[in-house]
């Protein structure tokens, strides 16, 4: 819950400078991406402080294990890269819309569509919201079923990261869509729009 508002607070509802959102979306990807692989390797430690390209962490990512249900985020993580380089780089990149369209059509062809909010003043901008969706793949992600049995968790088997915590805790853990409406229904005129029936997805 906590990494999904800390995702608005520093990619805030509103937010339509594309510069600026490909920026801070790709340093928060980076974050989930580190996310990903320390809790799948065994002395992630020795990672915290080795600098690697946005790059090399999709392909190191990548090759820890397979699976099927998220392999479909590996090409979509190198096409927003491709747009934060070309925001950052160039004034006016060329063929820019194209490359977002297409990262957007490829993503909710596999993910869904992500809906948030209507009005305005409360709507994502979409490549925002193609960020938050990648950056929910990437921290909620369980690691495989065999990773699992080895910890001596197999009751836990097929539950979500986010639920693993909450489970532990005693307590349920939300969603990012759910952080979203608590977060947005503290806003004037807000109320949780109709949801992809693909984006309720169950790990």
Same mark, same amino acid.
């Given at each position: ?18 510069? @600026?959102?490909? @920026?801070?979306?790709? #340093?928060? @990807? ?13 002395? +992630? ?12 962490? /999709? ?8 699976? !099927? ?13 491709? /747009? ?8 006016? +990149? ?23 909010? !209507? ?7 979409? @490549?925002?919201? /193609?960020?938050?969706? #990648?950056?929910?793949?990437? /921290? ?16 836990? =088997? ?18 990012? #869509? ?7 229904? =503290? ?5 949780? +729009? ?10």
């Amino acid at each position: 819950m906590e990494r999904y508002e800390a995702f608005m607070k520093h990619l805030p509802v509103g937010s339509r400078d594309k510069t @600026l959102i490909a @920026l801070k979306g790709h #340093l928060l @990807l980076e974050t989930a991406l580190r996310e990903y692989i320390y809790r799948r390797v065994s002395l +992630p430690e020795r990672l915290e402080k080795k600098q690697m390209s946005f790059a090399s962490l /999709i392909d190191f990512a990548s090759c820890l294990e397979f699976n !099927a249900r998220i392999d479909w985020i590996w090409k979509a993580l190198r096409k927003a890269n491709q /747009i934060r380089n070309q925001l950052a780089h160039q004034l006016e +990149p060329a063929k820019l819309e194209e490359t977002e369209d297409a990262l957007v059509e490829y993503v909710e062809a596999n993910d869904g569509e992500f809906s948030v909010a !209507a009005g305005d003043d409360l709507m994502y901008e979409k @490549l925002a919201l /193609i960020f938050f969706q #990648l950056f929910d793949v990437l /921290i909620s992600a369980p690691t495989t079923d065999e990773n699992i049995q080895q910890d001596g968790m197999k009751k836990y =088997k097929g539950l979500s990261f986010d639920q693993l915590l909450g489970s532990a805790s005693n307590g349920a853990s939300l969603g990012p #869509l759910e952080a979203i409406d608590k977060v947005l229904g =503290k806003k004037p005129g807000y109320t949780p +729009p109709p949801r992809s029936k693909k984006r309720r997805r169950q790990w």
